[in-house]
Protein backbone atom coordinates (compact mmCIF):
# COMPACT_ATOMS: atom_id res chain seq x y z
CA UNK A 1 0.00 0.00 0.00
CA UNK A 2 0.70 3.69 -0.75
CA UNK A 3 -0.21 6.10 1.38
CA UNK A 4 -0.45 9.95 0.13
CA UNK A 5 -0.51 13.32 1.85
CA UNK A 6 -1.22 16.73 0.51
CA UNK A 7 -0.90 19.78 1.77
CA UNK A 8 -0.67 23.51 0.10
CA UNK A 9 -4.24 24.27 -1.02
CA UNK A 10 -6.52 27.03 -0.29
CA UNK A 11 -7.44 30.45 -0.93
CA UNK A 12 -5.41 32.85 -3.54
CA UNK A 13 -6.45 36.09 -5.45
CA UNK A 14 -6.80 35.62 -9.61
CA UNK A 15 -3.04 35.81 -10.71
CA UNK A 16 -1.38 34.69 -7.35
CA UNK A 17 0.48 31.21 -6.58
CA UNK A 18 -0.15 28.44 -4.62
CA UNK A 19 2.48 25.12 -4.18
CA UNK A 20 1.05 21.74 -3.44
CA UNK A 21 2.84 18.99 -2.16
CA UNK A 22 2.06 15.14 -1.78
CA UNK A 23 4.26 12.64 0.05
CA UNK A 24 4.05 9.34 -0.57
CA UNK A 25 4.89 6.40 1.85
CA UNK A 26 4.75 2.66 2.28
CA UNK A 27 5.88 0.41 -0.54
CA UNK A 28 7.13 2.05 -3.42
CA UNK A 29 8.53 0.66 -6.63
CA UNK A 30 9.82 1.86 -9.95
CA UNK A 31 9.17 2.52 -12.58
CA UNK A 32 6.30 4.58 -11.10
CA UNK A 33 4.42 7.88 -11.48
CA UNK A 34 3.09 10.29 -9.66
CA UNK A 35 0.61 13.15 -10.43
CA UNK A 36 -2.10 16.16 -10.35
CA UNK A 37 -5.56 15.33 -11.00
CA UNK A 38 -8.54 18.19 -10.16
CA UNK A 39 -12.21 18.43 -9.88
CA UNK A 40 -14.42 20.97 -10.34
CA UNK A 41 -18.10 21.14 -8.96
CA UNK A 42 -20.02 19.45 -11.68
CA UNK A 43 -16.92 18.25 -13.89
CA UNK A 44 -15.19 15.54 -14.85
CA UNK A 45 -12.26 14.88 -12.69
CA UNK A 46 -9.28 15.65 -15.65
CA UNK A 47 -5.50 15.51 -15.43
CA UNK A 48 -3.69 18.83 -14.55
CA UNK A 49 -0.01 16.86 -14.59
CA UNK A 50 2.24 14.06 -14.04
CA UNK A 51 6.12 13.06 -13.37
CA UNK A 52 7.40 9.60 -13.82
CA UNK A 53 10.26 8.86 -11.71
CA UNK A 54 13.00 9.90 -14.20
CA UNK A 55 11.42 12.97 -14.58
CA UNK A 56 9.06 13.06 -17.58
CA UNK A 57 6.34 15.33 -17.51
CA UNK A 58 2.89 15.99 -18.53
CA UNK A 59 0.64 18.76 -18.76
CA UNK A 60 -2.73 19.82 -19.18
CA UNK A 61 -3.49 22.26 -21.79
CA UNK A 62 -5.26 24.57 -19.70
CA UNK A 63 -1.93 24.75 -17.45
CA UNK A 64 0.90 24.74 -19.67
CA UNK A 65 3.40 27.87 -19.26
CA UNK A 66 1.63 28.35 -15.61
CA UNK A 67 1.52 25.27 -13.78
CA UNK A 68 5.02 23.22 -13.07
CA UNK A 69 5.18 19.71 -11.71
CA UNK A 70 8.65 18.07 -10.27
CA UNK A 71 9.33 15.28 -7.57
CA UNK A 72 12.05 14.91 -5.10
CA UNK A 73 12.62 10.85 -5.24
CA UNK A 74 14.74 10.66 -2.11
CA UNK A 75 11.43 12.16 -0.06
CA UNK A 76 8.92 10.32 -2.80
CA UNK A 77 7.04 13.71 -2.94
CA UNK A 78 5.79 15.33 -5.74
CA UNK A 79 5.36 19.04 -6.29
CA UNK A 80 3.04 21.44 -8.07
CA UNK A 81 3.68 25.30 -8.59
CA UNK A 82 1.09 26.97 -9.56
CA UNK A 83 1.01 30.56 -10.88
CA UNK A 84 -0.98 32.82 -12.67
CA UNK A 85 -4.37 31.03 -10.75
CA UNK A 86 -7.58 31.59 -12.26
CA UNK A 87 -10.82 31.20 -11.15
CA UNK A 88 -11.13 28.19 -13.38
CA UNK A 89 -8.55 26.72 -11.74
CA UNK A 90 -10.94 26.00 -8.57
CA UNK A 91 -11.20 22.63 -7.82
CA UNK A 92 -10.22 20.14 -5.28
CA UNK A 93 -6.69 19.01 -5.97
CA UNK A 94 -5.56 15.30 -5.79
CA UNK A 95 -2.42 13.27 -5.76
CA UNK A 96 -1.96 9.98 -7.33
CA UNK A 97 0.36 7.40 -7.60
CA UNK A 98 0.81 4.70 -10.30
CA UNK A 99 2.62 1.87 -11.04
CA UNK A 100 1.45 0.70 -14.24
CA UNK A 101 3.63 -2.78 -14.62
CA UNK A 102 1.54 -3.67 -11.78
CA UNK A 103 -1.59 -2.46 -12.23
CA UNK A 104 -1.84 -0.12 -9.26
CA UNK A 105 -2.97 3.30 -8.05
CA UNK A 106 -3.28 4.88 -4.87
CA UNK A 107 -4.76 8.31 -4.31
CA UNK A 108 -4.88 10.93 -1.24
CA UNK A 109 -7.64 12.35 0.20
CA UNK A 110 -7.46 16.14 -2.42
CA UNK A 111 -6.89 19.87 -1.18
CA UNK A 112 -9.35 22.80 -2.04
CA UNK A 113 -8.14 25.59 -4.52
CA UNK A 114 -9.78 28.62 -4.47
CA UNK A 115 -8.92 31.21 -6.87
CA UNK A 116 -11.50 34.46 -6.43
CA UNK A 117 -11.45 37.96 -5.58
Known amino acids: QVQLVESGGGLVQPGGSLRLSCAAS????????MGWYRQAPGKRRELVATVTDVGSTNYADSVKGRFTISRDNAKNTVYLQMNRLKPEDTAVYSC???????????WGQGTQVTVSS
Open 26 to 33: GRIFSPNT
Open 96 to 106: SYREFLNNYES
